[in-house]
């Protein structure tokens, strides 16, 4: 694809590039590793992909990561899967997200909103107190380096203390948000075996109380290696019999010890959607996310102590271990506990006045959401702390960054960011010091040698290609749970291109420098040789006030065929006639090609997502092409199942 937006919605100022921390670190880089003292970011972003120990090596020092035990050198094995970090070093991820309570100590660490109350402050103090009280605890219990914590546990303090205790005492921490059903939590904690069980009795979500007792007593019957159970009464429920008290497992006055552990030891687990079988368990490491997650937030969000730093997440979510790592940058962190959308569609908005946020980061889905029902923030809110808007779980199309431009501040940082659970992390998104382009992430990630390639492995510039990291990234799985030879975690990323990491994303890279993600390419739509990702059409589709969502999906016939079809979700009132009809193919034909226009256009009641809200296309197609449901998809992880069957009913139909 040409270069098709050449003037930047927004650029940075003289004075914003000058004191962000990335321009900070390019000049100390540049005095003491040899980095580009000129060129900006793109001489930079080169450097630290040619030069990759040495970038390392300079953000462990630029961070002043404390090693108990020093490093032999920055990497072992850069061969993937199996890069080996820092090896000899030992240290604690706990201790670092911690360090802020020695200088700050009264300031609020975090801050904690829910549907009902206004935000309540932890203090650094108050954290690290609670932290060591309860790693303490955990340690009474027998717990030992490498076994594994459970959280069933919603966006609440109690579970940021929880992950840095367990990170503590060398423990590796798992959650799950409380909206999941029994079967999903324990298609991913049982395959981990937890030996704590951190739970509420239940939450508040919709201005409704959720609970939640039954599907706890189901999770310790079906969890034989559980030896105790932490009751969190956020309904106000007595612990029920067998439990342990959470007010009493952090009631004392105890200096957290951190437990000294390989840069490798692994820090948490996180799971992929689980859409097709079980959820793999990702196992993240804790120095690989540390000095990750120190880069990211530090250099590309440019967050530090003068920060609040409020993401929509639950604890299901990869974005609710990065939101809890803004504690390494002594950010203060803002803990939303509730829906997206109560009493109204504005409520992030409202959470983000509130809490004085300066980097607001929520879902694409919700800025376009907010666009459709005509919110208006700047208008209704006071946002004059929010110097950046950031995105992911989903492309944010082009009139999404308009609207943000247009009803926030023009002098807004627009930061769609892409990465995944698999790493933890971004592979391209926000640069403090670049301009932002309508439709476009700012650039890859220092770092992260991100590419886009055509089949037989040749690199593209300004042509939709496969996603590709061609150099080990610090947070990339240490392995997968049960995986014993390895061979799960290569196919999921390394059997399309040997040693080379392939994400399963069609992107383009401008030959700016920019980064256009245009959806799943294991859905990608290619007709007659073209390609296209899902993301665009609906983009172009769910403009139209009567789309509410939609679904596309490409299908190899048997006979050499082709079939697309759209399915739509309509807006209360809509009808699909054929003034519609012609509308949506209209809008295709005219925006995107006319190769792609639908070759039918079907109403559905609903588009079933993941529990972490993305649309499943893949087992939809699966579905489609005659796969029965039990082997087309992995019922836990679907937010409405009874959805599936309008697909499987239709499969059968055309059969």
Known sequence: MPTVNPEPLWRPDPQRIDEAQVTRFQAWAAEHHGAPAEGGYPALHRWSVDELETFWEAVVQWFDVRFSTPYTRVLGDRAMPGAQWFPGATLNYAEHALRASATRADEPALLHVDETHEPRPVTWSELR????????????????????????????????????????????????????????????????????????????????????????????????TLRAVVHIPLLGTDAPEGTLEWSALTAGDTEPVFEQVPFEHPLWVLYSSGTTGLPKAIVQSQGGILVEHLKQLGLHCDLGPEDRFFWYTSTGWMMWNFLVSGLLTGTTVVLYDGSPGHPDTAAQWRIAERTRATLYG????????????????????????????????????????????????????????????????????????????????????????????????????????????????????????????????????????????????????????????????????????????????????????????????????PDGGYWMPLFVHLAPGAVLDDALLDRVKRTIREQLSPRHIPDEIIEVPGIPHTLTGKRIEVPVKRLLQGTPLDKAVNPGSIDNLDLLHFYEDLARKRA
Not at 131 to 147: F, I, K, N, T, Y
Not at 155 to 169: D, F, G, K, R, S
Not at 425 to 438: D, E, K
Not at 458 to 471: A, S, W
């Open 362 to 557: 929520t879902s694409a889905a919700y800025v376009m959401a907010c666009r459709k029902a005509g919110v208006h923030p700047t208008r209704d809110f006071d946002l004059s702390t929010v110097r950046c808007v950031a995105t992911t779980g989903s492309p944010l199309p082009p009139d999404g960054f308009r609207w943000l431009h247009d009803e926030v501040r023009a002098d807004l940082w627009i930061a769609s960011v892409s990465g995944g659970t698999d790493v933890c992390s971004c592979f391209a998104g926000a640069v403090p010091t670049l301009p932002v382009h309508t439709g476009e992430l700012q650039a890859p990630g220092l770092g992260t040698d991100l590419q886009s390639w055509d089949p037989a492995g040749r690199p593209l510039v300004d042509e939709v290609g496969e996603l590709v990291v061609t150099n080990p990234m610090p947070s990339m799985p240490v392995r997968f749970w049960n995986d014993p030879d390895g061979s799960r975690y290569h196919d999921s990323y390394f059997d399309t291109y040997p040693g080379v990491w392939r994400h399963g994303d069609w992107i383009t890279l401008t030959s700016r420098g920019s980064v256009v993600i245009h959806g799943r390419s294991d859905s990608t739509l290619n007709r007659q040789g073209v390609r296209m990702g899902s993301a665009d059409i609906y983009e172009a589709v769910e403009r139209l006030p009567e789309i509410k969502e939609s679904l596309v999906i490409g299908i190899e016939q």
């Open 129 to 224: 107190r609670q932290v060591g009280s309860l790693a303490a605890e955990l340690r009474a219990l027998g717990v030992r380096p490498g076994d594994r914590i459970s959280g069933y546990l919603p966006n609440i303090p109690q579970a940021v203390v929880a992950l840095l205790a367990t990170a503590a005492v060398g423990a590796v921490w798992t959650s799950c948000a409380p909206d999941f059903g029994a079967r999903s939590v324990l298609d991913r904690f049982q395959q981990v075996e937890p030996v704590v069980l951190f739970t509420v009795d239940g939450y508040r979500y919709g201005g409704k109380e959720h609970d939640r007792r039954d599907t706890v007593a189901e999770l310790r019957r079906e969890l034989p």
